[in-house]
């Protein structure tokens, strides 16, 4: 049954709600409070003195309506129920208490590989388990090969799969799984009893933490023994192939849209990208169609554009947008949403002040917006916050439309996303 309160978790949130739910995370049945969070940093146990490694926490914001006692349901982003949280705590921006598992998560690549702790300690019962937990390609097999020998264990395959990479660590942990069973791991030793079970394990910053971490997973598995594969090694292509979004932000009339389209023309004439132009206009009359120019509207309508511009930089293709994007915490979400897809991000800040801006008032809308007749108008009575993170700053006021656009197409040129 679902709860009168509803929450979407972030991607590492639910990923340690699916592990919670699974047993996985054993003895956790549900995300910690502060008080546990700060003695699992301080001290790697809980307040009651349980060993654990790391906090397993969920942020809810201050004005989400739910108390201790009420239920939470959890959902997923495309809106599926997956849990039910009973809060026993708010604080420190965190809501604490147990989960209670809704359904099985459906889908997602390699869904039926997601196999619980339950199921799997149920197939290698009464075996000895080696596991190995693994974010990236196992190429030398020996060791394990030569443990379980030693063990007689059968060996267990825990590919870690969170985020963009996941479906590749668990390709590589089929493969793995294919050379230990046929005997050409290394060590010359056909291992008895290969399983694999997909674990979404959100990596730990702190490196022995993330050990720990993965150590306590596999002994919820039924691991005697665990190795952890190696680091994985991470060589992002060639700047020209990855996805790069360029994102102007600015007053209005500082030009922004007249840098972004000649930057855009100078791309289509060299020929070597494909390119996504979001035009403001088109923006906010497609796309953002019935949005006005509140705070919360503002925000919606740049996290749409950073959507789209991410969704372009996933495939590879370059994404040039230029709204005014006033407000520094949604210019960051952006970010983090490009380079979430593993693409690029530059910010391009057109920092024309906002007397010359007043002074071209090509609309109109600055004398209209002094005359009150045009309320929340950036610059004048509503605010924008200068970025402190500009990848690149680019003043108009006394310098040509084209000398404006090679101070942009330059750097990416001199960086290699543009051939
Ligand atoms: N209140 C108010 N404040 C600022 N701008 C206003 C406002 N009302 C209308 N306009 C016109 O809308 C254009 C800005 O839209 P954006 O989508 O770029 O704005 S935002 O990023 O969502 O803040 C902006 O166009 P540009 O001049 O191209 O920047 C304005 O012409
Ligand atoms: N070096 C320059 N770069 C960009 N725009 C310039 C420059 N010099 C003058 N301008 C003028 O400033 C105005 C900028 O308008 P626009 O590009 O629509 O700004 P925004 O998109 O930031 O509102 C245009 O009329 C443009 O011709």
């Not at 942990?173 to 060590?187: H, I, K, V």
């Not at 990855?242 to 020929?271: P, Q, W």
């Amino acid at each position: 049954m679902t709860a009168p309160f509803e929450w979407t978790p972030d991607a590492r949130e639910l990923a340690d709600l699916e592990l919670l739910l699974s047993g996985a995370y054993h003895p956790l049945t549900g995300f910690m409070g502060p008080a546990d969070a700060h003695s699992v940093d301080e001290h790697g146990t809980l307040a009651d003195g349980t060993p654990w490694p790391a906090p397993v926490t969920l942020a809810l914001p201050g004005d989400h309506p739910a108390a201790p006692g009420d239920r939470i349901t959890l959902r997923d982003p495309e809106g599926a129920p997956l849990a039910v949280l009973t809060v026993t705590e708010r604080s420190g921006g965190l809501a604490a208490g147990p989960v209670e598992a809704l359904g099985a998560p459906e889908h997602g690549p390699f869904a039926r590989l997601r196999r619980t702790p339950a199921e799997v300690r149920e197939e290698l019962a009464g075996r000895e388990v080696l596991a190995v937990t693994m974010r990236g390609p196992l190429d030398d097999l020996t060791e394990i090969e030569a443990t379980a020998g030693e063990l007689g264990a059968a060996v267990l395959l825990l590919p870690l799969a969170f985020g963009e990479g996941g479906p590749a660590v668990v390709r590589a942990a089929l493969r793995a799984r294919d050379r230990l069973t046929e005997g050409t791991g290394g060590a010359g030793g056909t291992v008895k009893g290969v399983s694999v079970a997909v674990v979404p394990l959100a990596p730990r910053e702190d490196h022995a933490v993330d050990l720990e971490l993965r150590e306590r997973v596999a002994e919820a598995y039924g691991a005697a023994e665990h190795l952890a594969g190696p680091e994985p090694v991470t060589l992002p292509g060639p700047p020209h192939r990855r996805g790069l979004v360029v994102f102007f932000t600015g007053l209005s009339g500082s030009g922004k849209s007249t840098v972004a389209r000649g930057l855009r023309d100078a791309l289509l004439e060299r020929g070597s990208r494909t390119v996504t132009y979001l035009d403001g206009d088109v923006v906010r009359h497609l796309l953002s169609a019935g949005l006005g120019f509140s705070r919360e509207d503002r925000d919606l309508n740049i996290r749409r554009i950073g959507f789209v511009a991410a969704e372009a930089a996933r495939h590879g293709g370059l994404a040039i947008c230029a709204p005014i994007a006033p407000y520094a915490a949604t210019r960051d979400e952006v970010r983090a949403m490009v380079e979430a897809v593993g693409a690029d991000f530059l910010l391009v800040h057109v920092a024309t002040p906002l007397a010359e801006c007043e002074r071209r008032d090509r609309k109109g809308l600055y004398a209209k917006a002094r005359a009150g007749l045009i309320p929340e108008f950036t610059g004048i009575s509503a605010p924008y916050e200068e970025p402190d993170d500009a990848d690149l700053v680019v003043d108009t006021t006394a310098v040509t439309v084209e000398q404006a656009v090679r101070t942009v197409l330059d750097p990416l040129v001199q960086g290699g996303w543009v051939r």
